[in-house]
C-alpha cells in the first residue's frame, strides 16, 4: 500500500519556469491537501479538496492552480515560478476535511523540495 | 477558530517520560486536538487525537485539562528516534504552527 505519493522529490527551476507537483494516493480518501513548508515553519495550507471536480483556496494560494479530475490524483501548478516559492510542498489525504468525525487523521507524502533560482 | 501555544524546544533524556505541553485556550466545544510529528524534514506523522477524554494508543497519551484550553501530549519511554518537531493541532482549523522541537538525549 503506497499510500501518497509525491513526485518529483526534488526539482530546481528558473524564475518564470511552470511545472506541475504530483500527488497521488491509493487509499479511496476524498479529501486532499496541499501544503507548503519554509524553513524552521509550520506548514501552511495552500489548496485542498473536497472531491473529484471541487477545490478550495487555504491559507496562501497566490501563484497556485489545482485541479482534481479524479479521486486518486490532485496536482498542484505553479505557473510562473519566484524565489518566495522556494519551500518544500507537501500533500497529504484523508477521509474527510473534518477529522473530528471518527478516527480521520491526514496521510502525508513525503514531500517535494523546491528551489527557485 | 482556536490558536494553539507550544514551547518552541524541549529536551528529554532518553528511557524518561517526555512532556509536551500545548495551550488551545481558545478551542471551541467541538474542536478536536490532533497532535503530529515531524520527523527531520519528512512528512508529518499523526499520533493521536482526542476531544474532552485522555486518550491512549501504541505511540503516546494525551491528557486534555477538564476545562479543554490546553492538553499534554506523553511520550512514556522516549527514545532517540522520538526527536522530532511535535504539532499541536485544532481540528478542522488545520493550522500547523512552529511546533515544539523535542530533543531525545542518550
Known amino acids: 500500500n503506497a499510500g501518497v505519493t509525491q513526485t518529483p522529490k526534488f526539482r530546481i527551476l528558473k524564475i518564470g519556469q511552470s511545472m506541475t507537483l504530483q500527488c497521488t494516493q491509493d487509499?479511496?480518501?476524498?479529501?486532499m491537501y496541499w501544503y507548503r513548508q519554509d524553513p524552521g515553519m509550520g506548514l501552511k495550507l495552500i489548496y485542498y479538496?473536497?472531491?473529484?471536480?471541487?477545490?478550495d483556496k487555504g491559507e496562501v494560494p497566490n501563484g497556485y492552480n489545482v485541479s482534481r479530475s479524479t479521486t486518486e490524483d490532485f496536482p498542484l501548478r505553479l505557473e510562473l515560478a519566484a524565489p518566495s516559492q522556494t519551500s518544500v510542498y507537501f500533500c497529504?489525504?484523508?477521509?474527510?476535511?473534518?477529522?473530528?468525525?471518527?478516527?480521520?487523521?491526514?496521510?502525508f507524502g513525503d514531500g517535494t523540495r523546491l528551489s527557485i533560482l | 477558530d482556536a490558536k494553539t501555544t507550544q514551547p518552541p524546544s524541549m529536551d528529554c533524556a532518553e528511557g524518561r517520560a517526555a512532556n509536551l505541553p500545548c495551550n488551545h485556550s481558545?478551542?471551541?466545544?467541538?474542536?478536536?486536538v490532533y497532535w503530529y510529528r515531524q520527523i527531520h524534514s519528512q512528512g508529518p506523522q499523526y499520533i493521536i487525537h482526542?476531544?474532552?477524554n485522555n486518550e491512549t494508543n501504541e505511540m503516546a497519551s494525551l491528557i486534555i485539562t477538564e476545562d479543554r484550553k490546553s492538553s499534554t501530549l506523553i511520550l512514556p519511554h522516549a527514545t532517540l528516534r522520538d526527536t522530532a518537531v511535535y504539532y499541536c493541532?485544532?481540528?478542522?482549523?488545520?493550522?500547523f504552527g512552529a511546533g515544539t522541537r523535542l530533543t531525545v538525549k542518550p
Open positions: 497529504a489525504s484523508s477521509y474527510s476535511r473534518r477529522m473530528g468525525v471518527g478516527n480521520q487523521p491526514q496521510h
Open positions: 487509499m479511496n480518501h476524498n479529501y
Open positions: 479538496s473536497v472531491g473529484a471536480g471541487i477545490t
Open positions: 481558545t478551542i471551541s466545544g467541538n474542536e478536536y
Open positions: 482526542g476531544l474532552k
Open positions: 493541532i485544532p481540528v478542522p482549523d488545520m493550522r
